[in-house]
């Protein structure tokens, strides 16, 4: 039979821009897209980028705080004004989703700028009522913030209503521990806003590497976030302008705004799936195999919708393999064992690859190569905040089976380590590289012994 379209996507974030965009341009296949919101997705619109520059932008005071240390005297950062920086932001956030929409045009993709469902293994409908057919079809929605389920939670907000803030509020309350809470506590906290961030756990960031964790959580404490830890909230209630959070030890506290920073769901809702038999994990996400092939033969899917590893760099690597193998005879498929990534704390970050030390020591003996120090930039200021640097490595095959770095640009420092351990580098090949003195990363590979071992001798 003869369809409308060799590819259509339903949704314009990360993974489906890609995907779109690469099978019209490099394949020539005849491609549909439907996005409802904003072309560039929840990383671009809603996520990554705007965080990135309000980190940028909340890191000033700190930095001319240590500046006195050098013999700066009176440094000031001076006063933030949220209303100029909301200007550029939404300016630079207008400009990306031109960029990522004319890039669609370019390519020859034909834009939806609405709503889509499927009807079936080869129809979608949009909107406005019209179909279109299709040979394949690639979910690529992502996900979505959620709310808890407690009296009062419509009195929250989720992290998109962070970037849409007409002010900024004078005291909030985070609650969640994962890399989304912790980012918005730091940016809150450096604009100058009385932030606290109650988090259920013993210290934030689960699933990562634990000494990496109780680092974050100490350095949130020492930034000035009233960090409380083993507190979930039970309730909100509307007190006047503001809201009274009460807590699950009977505590009570009240707060000009309240985020929920408690995790995101598959955007699989009120997509028409019931129609097409496309199965589904028990978390709502879509059930796909190592090709990003659905239970259905003609329909993919792509990105945080399929809650693999719910990242952005993840979901465009998926659309364009997918692509490939589809469209460009080229099978390839993604290894989702190795992916490095970050988490912009203030004034270290923590980037991470590979296996924490704690999942490592599980799977059998590993030495542990470990450093902790206080960076020489900060030491000199008088500060007394320490990084830390971490190798994991299989005493057998002297393979590196983890980087951990904390400290400052440890985002910067993660992507260039993950490419010797995407390569399967050994402790040797580390030790060969010739060091670049003087630098933090140094101790990557001047670290000759070990720290500790599991099991411990």
């Known amino acids: 039979m003869s369809f409308d379209f060799d590819l259509f996507v339903i949704g314009g974030g990360s993974g489906g821009v890609r995907a779109a965009r690469i099978a019209a ?27 990135k520059l309000m980190i940028f932008a909340s890191e000033a005071a700190q930095k001319a705080a240590e500046m006195q240390g050098y013999g700066w005297q009176g440094a000031d950062c001076g006063r933030f004004d949220w209303q100029v920086f909301r200007g550029k932001l939404d300016a630079e956030l207008d400009r990306l989703e031109s960029a990522y929409t004319s890039g669609q045009v370019k390519a020859g993709v034909e834009l939806f700028h609405q709503r889509a469902k499927l009807v ?12 279109k057919t299709a040979k394949h079809i690639l979910i ?26 007409d002010e900024l509020p004078g005291r909030a309350l985070l609650i969640g521990g994962g890399f989304i809470a912790c980012e918005f506590a730091t940016i809150l906290n450096g604009l100058g806003v ?39 909230p039970a309730g909100l209630e509307k ?19 309240v985020f929920f920073a408690t995790g995101r769901a598959p955007y699989t809702w009120n997509l028409g799936l019931e129609n097409t038999g496309v199965r589904l994990k028990k978390n709502g996400a879509i059930q796909v195999d190592e090709w990003s092939q659905t239970s259905v033969p003609s329909i993919f899917a792509v990105g945080d919708v399929t809650d693999r590893v719910n990242l952005t760099p993840v979901a465009i690597r998926e659309g364009h393999s997918f692509v490939d193998t589809v469209f460009g005879d080229n099978p390839r498929r993604v290894n989702h064992d190795l992916v490095a990534s ?58 590196v089976l983890g980087c951990h770095i904390f400290g400052p640009d440890a985002g910067e420092m993660i992507q260039l380590a993950a490419i010797p351990v995407t390569m ?9 590289a010739m060091a670049v003195h003087p630098t933090a990363a140094e101790e990557l590979v001047t670290m000759r012994s070990v720290t500790r071992r599991h099991p411990a001798e």
Do not use: W
């Open 424 to 432: 399967g580098a050994t402790k040797a090949d580390f030790d060969a």
């Open 239 to 257: 007190n006047g302008n503001r809201v009274t959070a009460r807590f699950d030890d009977g505590s009570r506290d009240e707060f000009d705004a």
């Open 140 to 165: 690529a929605t992502g996900g979505r913030p959620v709310r808890p389920d407690i009296p009062g939670a419509e009195l929250g907000l989720i992290s998109d209503d962070l970037f849409l803030l």
């Open 194 to 232: 009385d932030t606290v961030l109650a988090y259920r756990g013993d210290a934030v960031l689960r699933g990562f590497d634990r000494e990496a964790r109780d680092m974050a959580s100490a350095q949130l404490r020492d930034i000035g976030i009233d960090l409380r830890l083993g507190l979930s």
């Open 342 to 399: 970050a988490v912009y704390l203030r004034p270290h970050e923590l980037g991470t690859i590979g296996l924490t030390e704690e999942q490592a020591a599980e799977r059998g003996p590993v030495d542990v190569y470990a450093a902790v120090f206080r960076p020489m930039r900060s030491m000199f200021a008088g500060s007394d905040a320490r990084m830390m640097m971490k190798l994991l490595v299989d005493p057998v095959s002297d393979k």
């Open 120 to 131: 079936d293994h080869h129809i979608v409908e949009l909107a406005d009522g019209s179909r």
């Open 25 to 51: 341009g490099q394949h020539g296949a005849k491609v549909g897209l439907a996005e409802e919101s904003r072309m560039g997705g929840t990383c671009v619109i809603r996520g990554c980028v705007p965080k």
